[in-house]
């Protein structure tokens, strides 16, 4: 045990994670120069196009030191957005070290901070490592000193490397051996005691789970029960991660590896829960399991009624590999069948929206995302409601109740006006701020969850020209005016539109529903009114004017009492048809409403 290093790598988003574990792959010799790609350790297109770890990733790398020693490195690669920090959290709780790395250019951000205390709270020696030094803006003194005075870590156990050309690499890997603790306690024939950090798919295998061995010892044959659920499982294979997986005789305490058991979905497998044998359990579970909560809520609806069926073979897929995804059936009178789908975020959401397009060729209409709101009745009863078709009679409401998050953003001082606007728009509550170094500002903000999943993120990148970042946490429930917005084309209501909003945005929200649809909807022979409402009370209109035959086109000049009953004869002919006439939406017009620069 004494030779092995478990250890993580956090960061901001793009600070350079993945291009450091490639450099810390080719070092070790795992991977011959032809066989080499970018980003190694990221698996999906979508990673590789958008530069970002989606589902965190093992590798266990033989690494032979400057003295002569052999060391066993457990790199395990964590994603860097906010919406999978618990999968971060588990994670680390595998580690005994983490490297934090910094960009040499923009210093310390909002999210090297939301890592650096989780890291700290499962009590990690923590290596301070400022990447991207070959920059022309690299400013690397001013980083270190923000390291030391801001986040309290020692200036002298900074690596300063360039991940991308591979300076100051070789530096790190001894730092990793000589700075970070071996597994210090942990016994081989303790019974045993694994934690599950990660589970994957295999469509041969089953489920390929990645696991920390705290203590015993796990081999071929075992019994094996999860304790958050009960099951029992038997092992048919361990072994450890290398580029392919590489089987064992068996796993020891202080060792980071996998588990085949015969698994049949990932969802059996929780990250944070515990391992022990059926015949000899320990005593009690790793702390800090809880359940993975979804905050993000939508519709998803196939284009063509066609795609229903394979729709269901690709959302189950999915899950298959993405615990994460919560789906059940809906139907709605608009667009048919679908399935209302719960998501950590709103990152989470379009990464499956993408692979639901991409990978099974289904092209999908999704409704305008929501959020769990509590509703208290006047008997005493409470509703959590994530969708507007559920929402209860408003005479029985007693009061509602939105979840609010705590926003902390890191941005340059001269920005820090059109952030406080921003997050007044977006009725942000309890402002603080504090320069932590000279010209730059942390921002903290309670917010209402609902506002942010918009286009907060978005419109936070554009008034910061780039340079904001943002990160959140779920913080609590607070009492809110909430109301449901109705849109209304011909009279008739489309329930896919329909949204749950607070009542002083209501008519903002309806006036650009109603502003986008007018652009969509061909026009017919009838007048077609597009109406927002709130109950019986409308808040928004906007018209399509009819399109006009000319009848009187064959009246050369004579009375005018016979062009105007000529006319008149058109107008009832219209008024009749628009009562029996059904407007047909266009998908793009769904699209349209709801890829829009809501607020």
């Known amino acids: 045990m004494k030779n092995i290093r478990n250890f993580s790598i956090i960061a901001h988003i793009d600070h350079g994670k993945s291009t450091l574990a490639d450099r810390l792959i080719q070092k070790c010799n795992m991977v011959s120069a032809r066989q080499f790609k970018d980003q190694m350790l990221d698996s999906m297109d979508i990673e590789r196009e958008r530069g970002i770890t989606i589902k965190s990733q093992t590798i266990c790398l033989p690494y032979q030191a400057k003295d002569g020693k052999h060391y066993v490195l457990n790199l395990v690669d964590t994603p860097g957005h906010v919406d999978f920090s618990y999968e971060v959290s588990r994670a680390l709780n595998s580690c005994e070290g983490a490297l934090l790395l910094i960009d040499a250019a923009q210093g310390v951000q909002a999210q090297t901070l939301a890592n650096l205390y989780l890291a700290m709270e499962n009590d990690l020696t923590i290596i301070p490592v400022i990447n991207k030094i070959d920059l022309p803006s690299a400013d690397p003194e001013a980083v270190a000193f923000q390291i030391e005075e801001d986040l309290g870590l020692d200036m002298e156990t900074v690596q300063m490397c360039s991940a991308k050309t591979g300076q100051g690499v070789d530096e790190i890997l001894e730092a990793i051996v000589h700075l970070l603790p071996p597994p210090l306690e942990g016994d081989p024939e303790a019974p045993l005691q694994a934690l599950i950090f990660d589970a994957s798919y295999d469509p041969f295998r089953g489920t390929i789970i990645s696991v920390r061995i705290i203590n015993g010892t796990v081999k071929e044959g075992d019994t094996i029960i999860f304790m958050s659920n009960n099951t029992s499982y038997k092992v048919e294979e361990v072994g450890i991660f290398r580029l392919k997986k590489e089987a064992k005789k068996s796993l020891q305490a202080g060792e980071i590896g996998y588990i085949l058991a015969g698994v049949k979905t990932v969802n059996d497998t929780r990250p944070g829960d515990t391992i022990t044998h059926k015949e000899r359990p320990c005593a009690a579970p790793l702390p800090g399991f809880k359940e993975i909560q979804q905050v993000v809520f939508s519709s998803i609806y196939p284009i063509s009624t066609d795609d229903y069926e394979n729709l269901v073979t690709a959302l189950e897929k999915l899950k298959l590999n993405d615990a994460a995804l919560t789906f059940q059936k809906d139907a709605s009178t608009a667009l048919g069948f679908g399935f209302r789908c719960g998501f950590l975020g709103l990152l989470h959401l379009e990464v499956i929206q993408e692979r639901l397009e991409r990978e099974f060729d289904i092209p999908i209409i999704l409704t305008v995302p929501s959020v769990c709101y509590h509703f208290y009745l006047t008997d005493n009863t409470m509703l959590e409601v994530d969708n507007p078709a559920h929402f209860p009679d408003p005479a029985a409401i007693a009061y509602t109740e939105e979840p609010f998050i705590k926003a902390t953003i890191h941005m340059p001082e001269k920005y820090m006006g059109a952030v406080m606007t921003l997050c007044m728009e977006r009725r942000g509550e309890n402002t603080h701020y504090h320069y932590p170094t000279p010209g730059r500002i942390e921002f903290t903000c309670e917010l209402p969850l609902a506002e942010v999943i918009y286009d907060f993120y978005d419109r936070l990148k554009s008034v910061t020209q780039g340079y904001g970042s943002f990160d959140y946490a779920l913080f609590d429930y607070r009492k809110s005016d909430l109301v449901k917005l109705d849109i209304l084309v011909n009279s008739e209501k ?66 005018i009492s016979r062009k105007r009953k000529l006319l008149e004869k058109q107008k009832a002919g219209k008024k009749r048809m628009k009562i029996i006439g059904n407007v047909e939406i266009p998908q793009r017009a769904f699209l349209a409403v709801l890829k829009s620069d809501q607020g």
């Open 494 to 559: 489309v329930d896919a539109l329909s949204q749950l909003v607070h009542r002083a945005n209501a008519r903002a929200r309806g006036l650009h529903a109603c502003e986008k649809l007018k652009e969509e909807i061909p026009r017919q022979m009838f007048k077609i009114a597009i109406q927002a409402a709130i109950g019986g009370n409308i808040v928004a209109r906007s018209t399509i004017s009819a399109l006009r035959k000319d009848v009187i086109a064959k009246c050369y000049g004579g009375d």
